[in-house]
């Protein structure tokens, strides 16, 4: 008799499981279709469709090299000199991977905060008006305004709002990561894309983040890549599995947690690998 | 007890490799003097012959840099030997300055688009082209400045088309591989996450090489033009080859004129050691070799400046 080795066969576990979010409360702001990424030759995502519901966090799970920084990074298109990307990715009903989009003007709704703490060699000011100045804003008043209200969101007025002239390069690493945070929201961006922002700091910087985030939902539509399976747990209502550039599981947070429908979600979730 | 003493026995004889490693420290410690003797002896010998004007010749040193006859071998009026260094002082610091102030762009530019705009063609062919640019002889350089600049000049300016013009022509050729090379490493040494930070901003590409990646390579740019202008203050052979050698203060950009270099290259033959002519000219050597430790200098406060930001 013949007898399949397929793991989707073997018990009652699935292969995959999507469930995209269905919630009327959050429409979807920000989906995948067909999306395929490639280095060089070399495929790196090829099973990766996602939605995204707006004014909630959606946590990107999966070991080291399972794709979910690189979907991250392709979602803003960040990657378009690094591989090819192609699918479409649809922002509120636009297709932004087309080739005569204004990737520009595209990211200052799709925004970004990465792994580790970026900011210039600036003033803290400066690192905050520097997106605004390329705008061609450049009234004192409004920059002022828009340079408290980006730090107060991101929780870090308080500690900086007497040093704003002096050199980012100062800040311990939680605080340049919120600095980064406020760059980031300053342009008022739709959807704020995280690449692993806790990874490089300390518990408590970790949790003022995770705080500073569950506020931010409230304006932003947020995605977050992150290692940390707690993290996703505390923060998020949405986990996507990736696993060797592949979606295998997407659903609610405590879906995924709980009651994980795929054999190596389960293993990950449980800390059995990876 | 007896085990205890043969073992210490055995850990103070050193092994074979331990006394290769003092005998290789003798070597790279005797290196390092031998190249310190030779640094210090250069510096001492041009130091000795160069005052000599100014002791045993008893020229007076403010007349050697302001005064604007050279013409050693002659006494003047007053029974002073016309030993006046300002035309080729001059002369030198000119070219120097207007052929980095004509390569920093080119430079800069080409850095840029071998960094920024396109990695992969600046890697495949404008780093071998560099390259190939810096081992070129300076005698090359010099011919083709004498076949090609100096008609050029001639026929577009007239004269005789010897003159600082072509000489910066020439050096701007010179100096601009050493420039873009600095310049590359220069961008390469800015993080990639600085640009990933203002692109993410939304920041396009240009805006992020202006605002970002030169800012953040500031540093590191003016110490490649720096490099420039001290490879260009040096250089003697194609120089002397465009420059007409005539130790005149230059009235324009065409006419006929020397540097320290060129003075130096096409006199130093010509005289008799010890004889006021030599010294004089050793005293010119002295000025140029000053004037590198000035651009090491100043190379070493730019670095400096730029790792404490």
Redesign the interface.
């Known amino acids: 008799m013949f007898v399949s080795n397929d793991v989707s066969t073997t018990g009652t576990m699935q292969e995959r499981h999507i469930v995209q979010p269905r919630d009327a409360q959050h429409p979807i702001v920000l989906s995948t279709e067909e999306l395929h990424v490639f280095y060089g030759k070399k495929e790196a995502i090829y099973e990766g469709d996602l939605q995204f519901a707006r004014n909630q966090i959606t946590a990107l799970i999966g070991p080291s090299g399972s794709g979910k920084s690189t979907y991250l990074r392709s979602l803003n298109r960040m990657n378009d000199r690094i591989a090819t990307v192609t699918g479409r990715i649809m922002y509120r009903g636009v297709d932004i991977n087309q080739p005569d989009i204004d990737v520009y003007k595209m990211r200052r709704r799709v925004g970004m905060v990465f792994q580790r703490p970026n900011p210039f060699a600036k003033s803290i000011y400066d690192n905050i008006a520097f997106a605004l100045r390329l705008r061609g804003t450049t009234d004192k008043h409004e920059l002022d305004e828009i340079v408290e209200t980006s730090l107060k969101q991101a929780a870090l007025w308080n500690q900086v709002k007497d040093d704003l002239n002096k050199s980012a390069l100062a800040l311990s690493g939680g605080q340049a990561q919120r600095l980064c945070i406020a760059r980031a929201i300053a342009v008022k961006p739709d959807i704020l894309l995280l690449d692993e922002p806790a990874s490089a700091l300390d518990p408590v910087s970790t949790s003022q983040l995770e705080d500073t985030l569950l506020e931010l939902k409230k304006q932003y539509t947020i995605i977050i890549v992150t290692h940390n399976m707690q993290q996703a747990g505390r923060i998020s209502e949405y986990t996507a599995f990736f696993n060797q550039g592949r979606v295998l599981e997407y659903d609610t947070t405590s879906h995924i947690f709980t009651n994980p429908q795929v054999q190596i979600t389960s293993d990950y979730v449980s800390g059995n690998f990876g | 007890m007896k085990t205890t003493q043969q073992l210490e026995k055995q850990l103070k004889r050193h092994s074979k490799a331990a006394k290769l490693e003092i005998w290789g420290k003798v070597v790279s410690f005797s290196a390092l003097l031998l190249i310190v003797a030779v640094v210090v002896g250069i510096i001492g010998f041009v130091a000795s012959k160069g005052i000599a004007t100014f002791t045993s010749n008893h020229v007076n040193l403010w007349d050697f840099l302001t005064e604007k006859k050279w013409n050693p071998g002659i006494t003047d009026a007053n029974g002073k030997p016309e030993v006046g260094a300002l035309p080729m002082i001059v002369g030198s610091f000119l070219i120097t300055i207007l052929s980095a102030i004509v390569a920093t762009p080119f430079a800069i530019g080409t850095a840029v688009f071998m960094n920024e705009i396109s990695p992969n063609k600046g890697a495949k062919i404008l780093q071998p082209v560099t390259e190939l640019l810096v081992g070129i002889p300076s005698v090359v350089y010099g011919f083709i400045g004498l076949s090609v600049v100096v008609p050029a000049t001639r026929a577009i300016f007239g004269g005789s088309g010897f003159g600082i013009l072509s000489g910066t022509c020439v050096l701007f050729v010179m100096i601009l591989p050493t420039v873009t090379s600095m310049s590359v490493d220069a961008l390469r040494a800015v993080?990639r996450?600085?640009r990933?930070?203002?692109?993410?901003?939304?920041?396009?590409q240009w805006?992020t090489i202006y605002?970002?990646v030169l800012?953040?390579a500031t540093p590191g740019l003016m110490t490649a033009v720096v490099f420039g202008m001290a490879r260009a203050f040096g250089e003697a052979l194609a120089v002397q080859m465009v420059i007409g050698n005539a130790a005149l203060m230059p009235g324009s950009l065409v006419d006929p004129a020397a540097t320290l270099t060129s003075v130096l290259t096409t006199g130093i033959g010509n005289t008799v050691m010890g004889s006021l002519q030599n010294n004089a000219l050793w005293s010119l050597a002295l000025v140029l070799l000053l004037m590198s430790l000035v651009f090491n200098l100043i190379i070493r406060l730019i670095g400096r400046k730029g790792r404490l930001?």
Do not use: F, N, W
């Open positions: 993080p996450y600085y990933e930070a203002s692109l993410a901003l939304g920041a396009t805006q605002k970002v800012r953040a930001q």
